[in-house]
């Protein structure tokens, strides 16, 4: 299933798996229910098997929450080595201000 629509996301390729990242990012709609301005979530869309998954990490990890309007990318030696690197971004989470 594809992820839901989003703004101040980054996606990035990554060549060795042939595939899409996206993470977080921003969603009106889950803005109201949620009441968090920003999403935690991260997908990889498959390009040869044209299908989601979504992407398991740990939540509410300091270096990855609810965060928007970062950057994202991946360094690879395009054979056995791929590495992705998210910087930046902002968050308006008060657990995460309280937690940390």
Same mark, same amino acid.
């Given at each position: $299933?594809?992820?839901?629509? +989003?703004?101040? @996301?980054? $996606?990035? #390729?990554?060549? &060795?798996?042939? /595939?899409?990242?996206?993470?977080?990012?921003?969603? *009106?709609?889950?803005?109201? +229910? =949620?009441? =968090?301005? #920003?999403? *935690? *979530? &991260? @997908?990889? #869309?498959?390009?040869?098997? !044209? /299908?989601?998954?979504?992407?398991? %990490?740990?939540?509410? /990890?300091?270096?990855? %929450?609810?965060?928007?309007? @970062? /950057?994202?990318?991946? $360094?690879?030696?395009?054979?056995? #080595?791929?590495?992705?690197? &998210?910087?930046?971004?902002?968050?308006?989470?008060?657990? %995460? !201000? !309280?937690? %940390?």
């Amino acid at each position: $299933m594809p992820p839901c629509g +989003r703004t101040g @996301h980054s $996606m990035t #390729f990554l060549p &060795i798996n042939q /595939s899409l990242l996206i993470v977080g990012g921003r969603n *009106d709609e889950v803005q109201k +229910r =949620t009441n =968090t301005p #920003f999403l *935690d *979530d &991260i @997908h990889m #869309f498959l390009l040869d098997q !044209k /299908s989601w998954i979504t992407v398991k %990490y740990t939540p509410f /990890s300091e270096k990855l %929450y609810r965060i928007g309007n @970062h /950057s994202m990318c991946t $360094m690879t030696d395009a054979e056995n #080595f791929e590495k992705t690197i &998210i910087f930046g971004g902002i968050t308006n989470s008060n657990e %995460y !201000k !309280k937690s %940390y």
